[in-house]
């Protein structure tokens, strides 16, 4: 693959329903769309799960914009590349910036296989044609609207349930969920709002028969958690303390957590998603994928990477219609009965609405291997 140009695009979109988390409100989607083209015309596509505040992690829309102009785009256009495995490789010198790194490995593993004409999902080496999702619900106004949005999408045929929870947003409502749903599988995900010295309190979620709850504790941490999940029967989930299957091997070796939550974007891209993938597998600790509430083109490289066989459990990948008016890619991803049919076209097997992004795209950037880089 020759790389011709690469496209940076901030991108503003509003979403239907305001996200609710420990940590904030988010009402409107900033994100960077990178659109990158070979020089036999192709592009390849991925999205930064960077928003625009370090809230969830430190990285930001305008760190991205940073450290993609600045350090990876030039690195990328230093010389061909043969296999996108070698993106995450080149980009290793740049420490931490797993979002920026994705964003750019993604839309290079997009053209990879829009080159070979080959679905992203066989690229990867996954062997499903359909999976299965859940969806994420966030904090509510009030118990009655939480139950009702819970009602709502089990209804539509969602195959789990996760809510969001924080100190005086968890057992109570827990309690009002299994109350009038005592049988779906259900989770709970805290965002890091507890500490050890909330352990009576943790230790309560075992009466509600959740599949697990994730990252309860800070989001950097592994040996709370260890110590946490050493007292409880529910299973831990983590999702902020995990940047890279290393990561993963702390974690197993130390008895923090019994699942993993991948999200391509916090591990720094596909190539490292596999290879957590592939050591969670060998010690049958099952993973799953989570979301970042992306638009379409980051969905698309969820639904590829769910293909691989140790992504056992229902992930965040809910329809585009849960989140948007429209979405930026052709046709938006539908799901029926909680399951999503995987595209059999070339690459992420949507392709992108440029009327639509054009019309979202607060400004863009194109950068050429001639392009004056400060670094
Ligand atoms: O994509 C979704 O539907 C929501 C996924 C979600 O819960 C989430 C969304 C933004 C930031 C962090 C998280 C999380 O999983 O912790
Ligand atoms: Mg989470």
């Given at each position: 693959m020759e790389l011709k140009q690469v496209i940076l695009r901030h991108l503003k979109m509003k979403l239907l329903h305001p996200f609710t988390t420990s940590v904030g409100t988010e009402v409107d989607k900033d994100f960077i769309l990178v659109e990158v083209k070979s020089k036999d015309g192709l592009s390849g596509w991925a999205e930064s799960v960077a928003a625009i505040d370090p809230t969830y992690k430190e990285e930001t829309v305008k760190t991205n914009w940073h450290i993609m102009s600045d350090f990876l785009i030039p690195l990328l256009f230093r010389e061909p590349i043969t296999h996108p495995d070698q993106v995450s490789q080149r980009f290793n010198p740049i420490r931490g910036n797993y979002m920026a790194k994705a964003a750019l490995e993604g839309a290079v593993w997009d053209l990879y296989a829009r080159e070979r004409e080959q679905p992203l999902a066989k690229a990867l080496g996954g062997t499903k044609s359909r999976i299965e999702v859940g969806v994420s619900v966030g904090i509510q106004d009030s118990e009655e609207e939480l139950l009702h949005r819970i009602e709502k999408h089990l209804r539509q045929g969602y195959k789990r349930i996760k809510v969001k929870i924080r100190p005086g947003w968890d057992l109570n409502i827990l309690e009002a969920i299994r109350k009038r749903f005592p049988d779906i599988p259900l989770m709970a995900d805290a965002n890091c709002a507890y500490t050890l010295k909330d352990m009576d309190r943790l230790a309560a979620?075992?009466?509600?028969?959740?599949?697990m709850i994730e990252q309860p504790l800070g989001f950097d941490d592994l040996v709370d958690h260890a110590q946490l999940q050493s007292k409880l029967k529910t299973p831990i989930c983590l999702d902020e303390s995990i940047h890279s299957a290393e990561d993963v091997r702390k974690a197993i070796q130390l008895g923090s957590c019994k699942i993993v939550n991948i999200k391509i974007g916090r591990v720094g891209g596909l190539t490292e998603s596999r290879k957590i993938h592939d050591l969670c597998e060998s010690h049958h600790i099952p993973v799953w994928c989570g979301g970042m509430v992306e638009a379409g083109v980051g969905r698309a490289h969820n639904i590829a990477i769910t293909t691989l066989p140790n992504f056992v459990l229902p992930g965040d990948t809910a329809s585009s219609s849960h989140y948007w008016a429209r979405d930026i890619i052709d046709p938006e991803v539908e799901v029926h009965d909680g399951i999503i049919e995987v595209p059999e076209k070339p690459g992420i097997g949507f392709e992108p609405n440029r009327k639509r992004i054009d019309e979202l795209t607060l400004y863009a950037r194109h950068f050429n291997p001639d392009s004056p880089f400060i670094a």
């Open positions: 979620l075992d009466d509600f028969n959740l599949t």
